[in-house]
DNA sequence: GCATACAAAACGAATGTTCGTTCTTTTTAA
DNA sequence: TTAAAAAGAACGAACATTCGTTTTGTATGC
């Protein structure tokens, strides 16, 4: 709450006059990587560029903070039921998402292959974001072209 | 702290006769898990085992509680020094014992490869061990199989 | 064999602090 | 002049931690 009245430069009695308790802000900030993932879902045909725009914001120095952000969403989830809802909520749209993105590619895909695809995509987003997030050192490096081929072999 | 005397079946005065203080607890927590990591990393030649076992750990219906301790372990980190070492030290042994494998099994890749191949299976890893804690009911299904295929591609 | 003495272990209520929230007061702006 | 916005001190619940007491287990005396 500290740092949130910080952030917003608001005293604790002025944020209490935008949010109705800390938990009402914690679902907004979740919903908030919500919809901006669905953002810039919309703007990929393919997965390659999916690869691209994941390591691009994994990359983007200023959104270091949100990686820390991001990881204490994650642990509040685990006992807040609302959040965790809504996490898995948004968690399934990327995943129908990305399949479809991953079924289109090559049609010959199961609906199963397809999924598990999705699932390893997201894993590995989250799970990077992980690493940054504890180390905001890590150098991705490579790491755009070798997955770009992986998903092009399967 | 209560769900620590919970599980240890102890009171609050008597866990503290075992640790100094919660911090103290969470780094023991964090040590146990980096030395099992250790061990069954010592006991695989290849990805492909790598991959076998990840899978099997994930899979395993009484890790799961462990997933959301280590969610909450992964947040206290943020913004906790000790910890945040702790779990940089962790995963640099693992990205480097992971490296060499990736490398012994194809020698023709260059060290940076090898390292990016580690640190996106250590992402698999915690990211679906990230979905798993928030969504128990997740199946991995032919998350193995896929993951190794394309591991022998690369 | 039983009672006594002692130390280690455990208990759980009490403590002080932190944190989310509320409330009264002051400031801002229309 | 008035309503909206912000401030920040104050409140209460929750939390990690402590401490005086009780229990348990074990060695020692008779």
Redesign the pocket.
Known sequence: ??DVCRQA??????V??YFR???SILQALAEGGRSQTAAWLSQCKDLSRVVDLILQQLNLPEAQPVFKLDVQLWAEAIHTPKLAALFQRSEAVLLDGLAQIAKRASPKRTDQQAKTIARLLIAVMTGLELQKAMNPTVELGPTGVLLKSTLREV
């Not at 430069?9 to 002025?14: I, Q």
């Open positions: 709450m500290k430069k608001l005293s604790p009695g002025a209490y006059l308790s800390k938990e």
